[in-house]
């Protein structure tokens, strides 16, 4: 049976970047399964789930009633118990909390770098989670996004999220800056910005821009599969 493990944030994901993929995995019969960092269970931001942000009413209800049933979001695994070796697909979904945990999870960055190995494997990396790239190497220490084509969060959004000092709205400091970080590992960047939605394919490696880009990603990752 095809699989696919999702590694979600437990200090905030975005409730569409993860839901979205999630839900059309499983309604496609493919199976999933959560992991994060610690093993306790993700977090959504709660920004996200604003109606506003999440689309209309039915939507933030839709993603809410899945946060706080779906028994794999409920019951994680930590993600050093795991390998991307059992999974066809390894899914990182965004939010500002990956830049806390999953992006500097020594673990996380290994899942990425055995899902795009070889012919078999393919990652999907959403948003804020794509700057798990400015930080991932492979076994000779090069960069894994070297060379390679990539959307994510751009600048130019972050800019108008938190203050002059980086502070987000609840007061926490943002580290790094996705776009930023990327391209420092030599990453090919464009985030499409005249575009409605932003995916980027390169060999095994799938990325997305941001919510927006959720429901294309996840077709993305089921052609992929």
């Known amino acids: 049976m095809t699989s696919a493990l999702f590694v979600v944030s437990e200090e905030g994901y975005w409730a569409e970047e993860c839901i979205e993929p999630l839900t059309r995995l499983e309604d496609a019969g493919i199976a999933v399964t959560v992991a994060t960092p610690s093993g306790a269970p993700p ?10 942000a999440a689309g209309g ?24 118990e795991v ?15 990956t830049v806390w945990d999953v992006n500097q999870d020594r673990h996380a960055r290994q899942l990425l770098v055995e899902a795009v190995a070889g012919e078999d494997g393919v990652a999907l ?36 999220i938190v ?9 926490r400091k943002l580290p790094y800056w996705v776009e930023d970080e990327v391209k420092l590992a030599g990453g090919e960047w464009d985030a499409e910005l005249d575009a409605d939605t932003s995916v980027t394919i390169d060999g095994d490696l799938i990325t997305a821009r941001g919510p927006e880009s959720s429901v294309a990603a996840a077709e993305t990752l089921l052609d992929a599969l």
């Open 43 to 52: 977090v959504v931001d709660e920004r996200s789930l604003d109606p506003e």
């Open 57 to 80: 009413e039915e939507a933030a209800a839709e993603y809410r009633e899945v946060d706080e049933t779906h028994p794999e979001l409920g019951d994680p695994t930590p993600v050093a």
């Open 83 to 97: 390998s991307a070796e059992g999974y066809d697909a390894v899914v990182f979904p965004g939010g500002h909390g």
């Open 125 to 160: 990396v959403v948003c804020h989670a794509v700057g798990i790239l400015g930080f991932t190497r492979e076994a000779d220490g090069s960069a894994l996004v070297e060379g390679r084509e990539v959307t994510g969060f751009p600048n130019a959004w972050e800019e108008g």
């Open 163 to 171: 203050d002059e000092n980086d502070l987000l709205d609840d007061g």
